[in-house]
């Protein structure tokens, strides 16, 4: 990637992207705007002013913005919005911060989309190359701004975990290692309903590879083949299954995960740190990034052992009265919540709901009647989850906050039963964000 030497760049947003952005740029002799139509948190207003760059907020200055060489964006700045529009229709490059950070960065990057699972399969990941003592930075959707990290830091490696808002606005990046978990229907608000933008938007992640690079890739998913099908990528190659044997790649049987990279590696998958299929893949994906980078097998195999899972994913609460409380808030779309309904083992009291992406809960039927005994609606408009699940459990009741619930939760369940939040839906309606509704979740349970 060839950057522009310097010039004048906006950056729209003074998130934790923005602000490194903003650090990066004005390092490589940029002169920074930074604006943002909301507030500015007082941190990262600070941190601007130390930086001694030029800043608004609440507003977004049309006519300055409108001058810039270069406009590096938030990934929640839709395409659609009125001044993207216009930046585009004058021939201003607009970019996401990965991209702009991209061309900067000397390090080798392993870059990871998908629908579900990314986050659990980036810090996995990032996990196993740092055991193996690789100097690895951790960035994208995830963590610390990697414009910011590029900025301050030298590392030889980047895990970046890519959204497909940020792939989206990249054009000249390339991953050495690209990983495509699984495509399930996600954001389809913002591909116009069209389940094919969606995909196409995924399938960036592959965009300028070499043949010398690697795309790692889930075979049991029906829209990534197709895609594989009509595409024909010239990259090399490592599909993972968990339904049959893969040559160059990995598997698993319900006994043993097999990779097939640089010799064969194999254990046992009981002997995985986290359970359920979603998990098998995410290591299945994991473990090939690993061996392509030549781990070593006992590296990989201890990681795989004693790596424990993300904040806010199927993450075990407290017991109380017998009762299990699991906090899943990250499952913010139907896919993530039927991979959390299916590891369910007891009968389950669960909590759904807040901002729908055009979701389709029919496809959640089988395992609602299958283990759900009660139904509790967290958000401001349930209507369209109460009609469709109406008449599979006994009870569906309506919450307005986290602690209201945990409380119905608790009053729902009885003991040796689970109370799960896997609200299958965005959290903008009641919460700041995902962290704010597990974390509100977390403290209601140990309020009991």
Not at 168 to 175: C, L, P, T
Not at 234 to 254: D, H, R
Not at 363 to 392: H, P, R, W, Y
Not at 421 to 444: T, V
């Amino acid at each position: 990637m060839t950057p522009v030497k310097s010039g004048n760049i906006a950056i729209l947003g003074a998130g934790e992207s923005g602000i490194g952005t903003a650090i990066l740029a004005q390092k490589m002799g940029w002169s920074v705007w930074v604006s943002d139509a909301g507030k500015i948190k007082p941190e990262q207003q600070q941190k601007l002013k130390e930086l001694g760059v030029h800043w608004e907020q609440e507003k977004h200055s049309e006519d300055k913005i409108l001058m810039a060489d270069l406009v590096v964006k938030s990934p929640g700045i839709p395409d659609t919005a009125p001044l993207i529009i216009a930046l585009k229709s004058k021939g201003v490059s607009v970019i996401s911060e990965i991209e702009f950070a991209g061309n900067y960065c000397t390090a080798k990057t392993i870059c990871i989309t998908g629908s579900n699972g990314k986050t659990t399969t980036t810090l996995w990941l990032h996990h196993i190359l740092r055991k193996a003592g690789l100097n690895v930075g951790l960035a994208g959707n995830i963590g610390q701004s990697f414009a910011k990290q590029v900025a301050e830091n030298d590392y030889d490696y980047y895990v970046l975990e890519i959204s497909s808002f940020q792939l989206d606005d990249m054009h000249a990046f390339r991953a050495d290692i690209a990983i495509l978990i699984n495509i399930t229907p996600d954001h389809l608000d913002r591909y116009n309903y069209e389940m094919q933008n969606y995909v196409n938007s995924k399938f960036r992640i592959i965009q300028n590879q070499r043949k010398e690079d690697w795309f790692i890739y889930n075979e049991d998913d029906p829209l990534i083949a197709a895609e594989i099908e009509k595409h024909k990528p010239t990259m090399q190659c490592a599909p993972f299954s968990i339904k049959k044997e893969v040559q160059l790649g990995a598997y698993a049987t319900n006994e043993q995960l097999i990779i097939n990279i640089n010799k064969q590696f194999n254990m046992s998958i009981h002997e995985l740190a986290l359970k359920g299929k979603h998990n098998t893949q995410n290591a299945l994906a994991a473990g090939i990034a690993a061996r392509i980078l030549e781990i070593r097998k006992d590296v990989v195999r201890e990681s795989f052992q004693d790596f424990t899972n993300v904040e806010h994913r199927l993450e075990y609460v407290a017991k109380v009265n017998g009762i299990e409380f699991i906090n899943d808030s990250k499952a913010t779309n139907i896919n993530s919540a039927w991979f959390a309904l299916e590891s369910m083992d007891k009968p389950t009291i669960w909590i759904v709901g807040g901002v729908d992406k055009g979701n389709d809960y029919t496809e959640l039927s089988a395992l609602v009647k299958d283990k759900v005994k009660a139904i509790i609606c967290l958000g401001v408009d349930n209507q369209k989850i109460i009609e469709a699940f109406t008449g599979m459990v006994e009870t569906i009741v309506e919450a307005k906050s986290a602690s209201e619930a945990v409380m119905h939760g608790y009053r729902l369940a009885t003991k040796e039963e689970t109370v799960l939040l896997s609200p299958a839906c965005a959290s903008f309606d009641l919460f700041e964000n995902y962290e704010d509704r597990g974390n509100q979740f977390k403290q209601a349970v140990r309020s009991l």
